[in-house]
């Protein structure tokens, strides 16, 4: 019996999908104040939250790994 998964012609057509689409992708790339005049807080949240979750991280890592001295 077979499924109805495409298999490799499935496969193959995503990956030319994939490959098609990446040049449009990357050079879709946001700038430096693109977001001024619908948002002109944008830049400055992104930095927060950005900020926030590298914290975050570093307070996870050092309690997982404490460091061996007191």
Do not use: D, I, W
């Not at 499924?3 to 499935?10: D, L």
């Not at 001024?36 to 950005?50: I, K």
């Not at 050092?62 to 001295?69: D, S």
């Amino acid at each position: 019996m077979r499924t109805s998964g495409g298999g490799f012609a499935g496969l193959v057509v995503c990956v030319a999908t994939v490959c098609l689409l990446l040049p449009t992708a990357s050079r879709a790339q946001l700038k430096v104040g693109f977001y001024n005049t619908t948002c002109p807080n944008a830049e400055a949240l992104v930095r927060q939250g950005r900020h926030g979750c590298f914290r975050q991280q570093l307070r996870r890592r050092t309690r997982a790994h404490p460091p061996p001295f007191p």
